[in-house]
């Protein structure tokens, strides 16, 4: 039998899926801030005090808690800017926040990770963050008990 098209199934097993003991809000209906940073291998960056500092801005800029935020880093050991031959780091932070938030709030967080991320930062690098919105018509987040 296939499920009823109106996502009527997915909402459920999702919501039943809650910390909440009633089934409280399904998580996709919450901010879920995603972070996902990619850079340079050998670049000497404090993944857990960036991610620290960066949950914490989004919580002051957004409507979110520090708890919702999730970071995943991304070293590469390949990377090229420019002609190649100037030897300069990669950094590309890419902050995913449900839609909804204006311009101004996604501005003002750009400029903060950014300020906080030069601020770590010993060697030439090229950076780069952007926010961009998950749509929350087809946004799905959940936390996977496992089997």
Known sequence: MDPPADGTAARDSVAALSDEPDG???PWEVPVPQILVDHSADLDL?????????????????????????TLFRPS???????????R?????EIKILAGRSTGQR????ARV??????????????????????????????????
């Open 114 to 147: 950014l300020a906080a991320l030069q601020a770590r930062l010993d060697v030439p690098a090229a950076i780069g963050v952007e926010v961009t919105e998950l749509d929350r018509e087809t946004y799905r987040f959940v936390h996977h008990p496992g089997r």
């Open 77 to 87: 050991g390949r990377h090229t800017v420019g002609d190649g031959t100037g030897g």
């Open 46 to 70: 404090d993944h857990a005090g960036f991610a620290r500092e960066v949950h914490q801005l989004i919580a002051e800029v957004i409507d979110t808690t520090v708890a919702d935020c999730k």
């Open 24 to 26: 409280g809000s399904v």
């Open 107 to 110: 501005a003002e967080l750009t």
């Open 89 to 93: 780091a990669v950094v590309l932070v």
